[in-house]
Antibody
Framework: EVQLLESGGGLVQPGGSLRLSCAASGFTFKNYAMTWVRQAPGKGLQWVSAISDVGSRTYYADSVRGRFTISRDNSKGTLYLQMNSLRADDTAVYYC??????????????WGLGTLVTVSS | EIVLTQSPATLSLSPGERATLSCRASQSVSSYLAWYQQKPGQAPRLLIYDASNRATGIPARFSGSGSGTDFTLTISSLEPEDFAIYYCQQRSNWPPITFGQGTRLEIK
């Protein structure tokens, strides 16, 4: 059974940093690109970032480029999102998602439960 | 960036009725469009991929159609558990991958 378990969310002050993790199991993690999607309270879904299967290619939404860094450790089956210079509008539930197709540009057939990031003073 | 516009924003129907949800893309996405269902406090669930293919375990009352810029999600006969928010998502021209703003399907 595919499982994605995010962690690392919490309350942080504007300008602060957080590192999110997503522990994956139940599929061959190293064969799939992975993605982060976020959802602000009461709002819709927003794609944040993606990383290729071996980690050589990364992609970012304009709103986070230069502040967030996606990475992965295939030996641990874990996806990461380092978030720096956080702003109030980064407040959201952050989901990691597995692509239906193995590549980065895909639909998403499995999602984690999400981890809440709140940026507030 | 491809913008996906969903309509209506809210759809009020009764169990047993037919639901028709629309997603329009700002430029062609071919058939690279998916539909998701999201219930409060839950992650999105993939319903339809590549416009018309049901994901694993999705009931046959859910169907998708369309190509290019105009897409439809149809629920043939609403069950109580179908009342939720529905999102479309394109994977044709990315980054960024984009989602529609959602259609809330509520009980009338």
């Amino acid at each position: 059974e595919v499982q994605l378990l995010e962690s690392g969310g919490g309350l942080v002050q504007p300008g602060g940093s957080l590192r999110l993790s997503c522990a994956a199991s139940g599929f061959t993690f190293k064969n799939y690109a992975m993605t982060w999607v976020r959802q602000a309270p009461g709002k819709g879904l927003q794609w944040v970032s993606a990383i290729s299967d071996v980690g050589s290619r990364t992609y970012y939404a304009d709103s986070v480029r230069g502040r967030f860094t996606i990475s992965r450790d295939n030996s641990k089956g874990t996806l990461y999102l380092q978030m720096n210079s956080l702003r109030a509008d980064d407040t959201a539930v952050y989901y990691c998602a597995k692509p239906f197709y193995s590549g980065s540009g895909s639909h998403f057939d499995y999602w984690g439960l999400g981890t809440l990031v709140t940026v507030s003073s | 960036e491809i913008v996906l516009t969903q309509s209506p924003a809210t759809l009020s129907l009764s169990p047993g009725e037919r639901a028709t949800l629309s997603c329009r893309a700002s430029q062609s996405v071919s058939s690279y469009l998916a539909w998701y269902q999201q219930k409060p406090g839950q992650a999105p669930r993939l319903l339809i991929y590549d416009a018309s293919n049901r994901a694993t375990g999705i009931p046959a009352r859910f169907s998708g159609s369309g190509s290019g810029t105009d897409f439809t999600l149809t629920i043939s006969s609403l069950e109580p558990e179908d009342f939720a928010i529905y999102y479309c998502q394109q994977r044709s021209n990315w980054p960024p991958i984009t989602f529609g703003q959602g259609t809330r399907l509520e009980i009338k």
